[in-house]
């Protein structure tokens, strides 16, 4: 695939390393970029992060004419952001949205994603090993000609996450992705209908 991979990162992940390190562990977001680039090869990656939600916009409305796939961790606009939700709907490739920690385990206002409701899979509580499994994710969903697993999950967005969300984390303790401490890792697809894992292949390793 030519086209770049977007990585794009919201706001306070910027102090990754030093923010909560008990739950968000002490790699940096540099270091995180670093496995990213390591992780695609020789795939470009468009690695970003702002605390501005207007940036986060437009770098989605780029996204839409340039990028092959999108990686999102839009942090706390995950959960309050229709312009995002909106502005992700009109990307037509896949997309991954990333979470450090396992959100569902956390405090109720976390439980429930707007961005999900347009992501293609949903990845949560590896740490910062969920960044590669994102990107190898998106370069093989991408890449592949059956995109209908992507397609045919984002025609399905209307339907609550929590009633069409398929797990697909069957092999993750294989390929020894275990999460943070007291976290559990979430691989999840939410309409997905093709039969294969989430992370697309085989794993390596922060809102």
């Not at 999108?70 to 606009?77: D, E, M, S």
């Not at 450090?100 to 899979?121: C, D, F, G, P």
């Amino acid at each position: 695939m030519n086209k770049p991979i977007y990585v794009l990162n919201g706001p306070n992940l910027n102090r990754l390393g030093k923010r909560e390190p008990e739950i968000y562990g002490r790699t940096t977001l540099a270091q995180i970029e670093a496995s990213c680039r390591q992780t695609a090869g020789a795939q470009p990656i468009e690695f970003r992060q702002t605390n501005s939600e207007t940036q986060l916009i437009d770098w989605i409305h780029e996204a839409i004419d340039e990028a092959g796939a999108i990686v999102i961790n839009p942090a706390a606009y995950s959960f309050t952001s229709i312009a995002i939700l909106d502005a992700l709907k009109m990307f037509p490739g896949p997309i991954v949205e990333l979470h450090i920690s396992n959100i569902h385990r956390r405090e109720e206002i976390y439980h429930r994603s707007l961005v999900s409701r347009a992501a293609t899979a949903v990845i949560a509580g590896l740490g910062p090993r969920g960044y590669a499994v994102a990107v190898r994710s998106a370069i093989e969903m991408a890449a592949s000609t059956g995109t209908d697993c992507s397609c045919r999950a984002r025609k399905r967005v209307g339907h609550d996450q929590r009633q069409d969300t398929a797990h697909c984390a069957s092999r993750l303790s294989d390929r020894g992705l275990q999460g943070t401490a007291d976290l559990q890792p979430v691989v999840r697809a939410p309409g997905h209908r093709c039969g294969r894992d989430a992370d697309g292949g085989e794993g390596t390793g922060l809102s």
